[in-house]
């Protein structure tokens, strides 16, 4: 199989290597020119062969990249041809991206790619949707990015299917991600439990809770007893908001997993305006002690 792939960052360089080890044929285009194989995606589409179906898998970033790159391949590709978005884009641009596409006789499939710097060596899971027949079309390709077992699953034939699942996995990892967190931070927490990551490290077999996730927060703990290194500051990539998002739509009650999304807020305040009002009204109607805020450019320690 030949199949173009736009985006050769972390996770696209690795899946252009995979793919190859493979014995697929890949031509790799990228903003930057150490990385690509090509300097446009002209030249992507020209190199692949025009006997079969061209393929173009994408993986650049959600939003505007991802719109551009997809508009753009809808205009150099033809009857029958291929657009896979294996980005972290949300449902909702894949049912848009597959309408327009549509349009040019070009097919869309997206796809939630999972595995991380890992996946290079362990395989990829891949959650896609589109119609069977574009989804046959990438198969080859499905084929050599997974693991040995498991891990594809063609999660629907609308457009967006792919990427909901993707979705709803990530909402999971955000909340066994917190869990596991907590439950660190209470063992830190005690003066009588001597060795955290020991705990941690025990955990890995045998137990109900073992996961990849715990055997990389054992990695860490490893390697950082207690975290000193690093600041108490997570990002969100925007799954988990979209996550909640489509609670509230379809009134599901994400408990979990809201909170866990919330909880990544909460740290990223330095000082949280919040919890200076309930610090009020426990003095207001307690007359509980509080704690005086420090002079402009004063210590926070």
């Known amino acids: 199989m030949h199949i173009g792939l736009v985006g050769l960052g972390k996770m696209g360089g690795n899946m252009r290597t995979r793919m190859r080890n493979a014995g697929l044929t890949v031509v790799g285009y990228d903003r930057d020119p150490d990385l690509a194989d090509v300097d446009s995606l002209e030249a992507l589409v020209a190199a692949l062969p025009d006997d079969a179906p061209k393929v173009v898998w994408v993986?650049?970033?959600?939003?505007?990249p991802t719109h551009q790159t997809v508009a753009a391949l809808g205009d150099l590709l033809g009857d029958g041809d291929v657009v896979v978005d294996g980005g972290n884009s949300r449902w909702t641009d894949d049912q848009l991206h597959a309408e327009h596409l549509s349009g040019k006789g070009v097919a869309f499939v997206d796809c939630g790619v999972s595995g991380g710097v890992w996946g290079l060596e362990n395989g990829y899971a891949l959650m896609c949707g589109g119609p069977d027949d574009a989804v046959a079309k990438v198969q080859?390709?499905?084929?050599?990015l997974k693991p040995e077992e498991g891990g594809f699953v063609h999660a629907g034939k609308k457009a967006g299917a792919g990427h909901f699942a993707k979705m709803v996995h990530n909402g999971i990892e955000y909340a066994m991600m917190q869990a596991y967190a907590e439950g660190w931070e209470l063992l830190e927490a005690v003066d009588f439990v001597d060795s955290v990551p020991e705990v941690f490290d025990s955990w890995r077999s045998g137990t109900v809770i073992r996961s990849w996730l715990l055997d990389l927060l054992s990695a860490a703990l490893e390697e950082d007893t207690h975290?000193?290194?690093?600041?108490?500051?997570?990002?969100?990539?925007?799954?988990?908001r979209w996550t909640v998002e489509a609670a509230?739509?379809?009134?599901?009650?994400?408990?979990?997993?809201?909170s866990s999304l919330f909880a990544r807020f909460t740290s990223r305040q330095d000082d949280s305006p919040a919890m200076k009002a309930v610090a009020a009204m426990r003095n207001q109607f307690g007359g509980h002690a509080v704690h005086s805020a420090p002079p402009p450019g004063g210590d926070r320690s």
């Open 59 to 64: 993986m650049v970033p959600h939003g505007e």
């Open 140 to 144: 080859p390709a499905f084929d050599a």
């Open 248 to 258: 509230i739509e379809n009134a599901v009650p994400l408990h979990v997993i809201a």
């Open 227 to 240: 975290l000193d290194a690093l600041r108490g500051y997570a990002d969100d990539s925007g799954e988990g």
